[in-house]
């Protein structure tokens, strides 16, 4: 109902036809009912999200609907958030070897919410989905709407309320980040001979393509995530399954978003912080090789991929703004 929850939604005509519904739905697609085989044994339930159908939906350029402030807020968010967090009650409890569980999940937790004495793989989940909320927090801050001037901008006392007074909120940005880099780096031969076009020239626009590079570049550079610590021990595979249905869960979660724009970034980010897991902990170094398995992510895995990164880096590039506008208000006191 709130005119800024609306998606401005672009023609079939303007979009290329290898992307239109009739080319997608011509791509081979795993029937439902049987797993889909990638080269190597790789399946794709090992996914981390439920993908939606390419066949229906609408066509968005997400360029044309930033991630900002909607005016969706109340009880129906909170209520979305706090089924997010409880995912986070992870059932194996007697995980003796990992040590004594938190079982309980939810929100609000306050500062020392992943504490210490829950296993790794708990700490990780709660991590990610505060890291998460707490980068949606910063976009709406950094292009919050002034009711008294009518204009958009940064509105520090929004971002010192909701993740300056919490400073581990904050250093979750950072670690999603740390970990789409990570997968990005780990992934870059597959992306950099990804068909964008659909079409197999793989010409591309140079642009897009050179700044990928640059992408993939840094990735490599800077990515210190290190996912071997994860899932080991005799019942990693257990705690795996675990992980990754809660994970799931997430994405069915966001359908229930009640604002289409804050819904279309919910699950675009879910879907790209679970492509970047699938990255992760599911593939080995023969199955990210392009020549063997060229169709190894969907082409939506990667669009998610790419633009999760891109709002967590512009979280970052918002951080230090308010940084600079905190210190100029000190000054000026
Ligand atoms: P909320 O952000 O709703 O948080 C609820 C409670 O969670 C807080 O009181 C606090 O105790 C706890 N909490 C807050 N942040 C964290 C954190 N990082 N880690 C741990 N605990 C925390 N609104 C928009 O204007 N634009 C959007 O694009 C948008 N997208 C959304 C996407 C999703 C998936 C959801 C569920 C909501 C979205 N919203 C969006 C709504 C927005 O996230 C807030 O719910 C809303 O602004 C109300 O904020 P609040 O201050 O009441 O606290």
């Known amino acids: 109902m709130n005119r800024e929850c609306g998606i401005t939604t672009i023609d079939e005509s303007e979009i290329p036809e290898n992307w239109r519904a009739a080319a997608l739905s011509k791509v081979e697609m795993p029937s439902k009912d049987e797993p889909h085989r990638l ?3 790789y399946y794709r339930d090992s996914d981390f999200c439920f993908l ?30 706090k089924s997010i967090y409880e995912e986070n009650c992870f059932g ?3 995980f003796d070897t990992l040590g004594a569980f938190n079982t309980q999940g939810g929100l609000p937790r306050g500062p020392a919410a992943a504490s210490e004495s829950e296993c790794l793989e708990q700490r990780v989940y709660y991590k990610i989905i505060s890291g998460l909320h707490a980068s949606i927090s910063t976009h709406i801050c950094n292009e919050d709407f ?9 509105n520090l006392q ?5 993740i300056a007074a919490y400073p581990e909120r904050l250093r ?14 780990r992934i870059g031969p597959y992306l950099s001979a990804y068909d964008y076009c ?4 793989h010409d591309g626009d140079a642009f897009t393509l050179e700044k990928l590079k640059n992408v993939i570049s840094t990735a490599q550079n800077v990515g210190k995530f290190d996912e071997t610590v994860l899932f080991r021990g005799d019942k990693a595979e257990v705690l795996k399954e675990e992980f990754k ?65 891109h709002r967590f880096a512009e979280s970052l590039h918002a951080v230090n703004n308010f940084r600079r506008m905190w210190q100029e208000a000190e000054k000026s006191k």
Not at 158 to 162: A, K
Not at 172 to 185: E, G, H, K, Q
Not at 198 to 201: N, R, T, V
């Open 39 to 41: 080269p190597g044994c």
């Open 245 to 309: 249905q809660h994970f799931r869960n997430v994405s069915r979660i966001m359908d229930c978003v009640g604002c289409d724009k804050c819904r279309l970034w919910g699950k675009i980010q879910t879907s790209g912080v679970g492509t970047a897991l699938k990255i992760l902990f599911e593939l080995d170094e023969s199955a990210l090789d392009p020549a063997v398995n060229h169709n190894l992510l969907s082409r939506s895995e990667v669009v998610a991929l790419i633009n999760t990164l």
């Open 172 to 185: 979750y940005i950072y670690f999603n980040t740390v970990l789409l880099l990570r997968a990005v780096s």
């Open 158 to 162: 929004c971002f010192v309320d909701r």
């Open 92 to 94: 194996i409890s007697e």
């Open 52 to 81: 939606d159908d390419m066949s229906e939906g609408d066509y968005v350029d997400l360029t044309m609907n930033p991630e900002r402030f909607t005016g969706y807020a109340g009880d129906s968010a909170h209520r979305i958030w």
């Open 146 to 154: 002034n009711q008294s001037t009518g204009e958009w901008g940064p």
């Open 198 to 201: 659909g079409d197999g020239s």
